[in-house]
Every structure is written in structure tokens, then in C-alpha cells.
């Protein structure tokens, strides 16, 4: 993953868009909570919101790197003020 694709990402978290991976009964939402980088973890409709750091967040990237660019895509499309 390059610098780059991260602070897409994080510009778009710092943005107020929400990046979840995984699906079914457990996966994990990466969001900002008053400015701070949380992961949200929902296990069949109950969550738990934990500080999340910067090497955490870039291993989900890792992991799904598709996911989060066009989730990053979609945000800047529909964002004029953020688009290159």
C-alpha cells in the first residue's frame, strides 16, 4: 500500500465516511470519533469501540486494499471540494 492510498483513507475518515470490513455477524468499522481513529467491532448487533493506531488500520488496508480504494473513489466522487 502506498503513503498515498493511506491518506486517501484518512482524509476520507477525517471526512466523516466509514469503512467497514467483513460482513455476516462479526466485522469491524473504521471511523473518526471526535477526531480520534476508532475501530468499532460488531458481533451480532452488539459493539465495542476501541482506539485504533495507525499500524492496525494500515494491516485492514492490507488485507482489503479494493475495498477501501473504492470506498475512497466513491467518497471523492461524490465529494466536488476533494476530487484530483
Not at 10 to 19: C, I, N, Y
Not at 35 to 50: K, M, N, P, W
Not at 55 to 69: C, K, M, N, S, Y
Request: contains cysteine.
Amino acid at each position: 500500500m502506498a503513503d498515498t492510498d493511506f491518506e486517501d483513507v484518512m482524509a476520507a475518515l477525517r471526512g466523516g465516511q466509514r469503512f467497514q470490513v467483513g460482513g455476516g455477524r462479526i466485522f469491524r468499522t473504521y471511523a473518526m470519533t471526535n477526531g480520534q481513529l476508532v475501530v468499532i467491532v460488531s458481533d451480532d448487533g452488539y459493539t465495542e469501540e476501541h482506539p485504533c493506531d495507525e499500524a492496525t488500520l494500515r494491516a485492514a488496508i492490507a488485507e482489503v486494499p479494493d475495498g477501501f480504494r473504492k470506498i475512497v473513489e466513491w467518497w471523492k466522487a461524490h465529494r466536488p471540494e476533494v476530487r484530483k
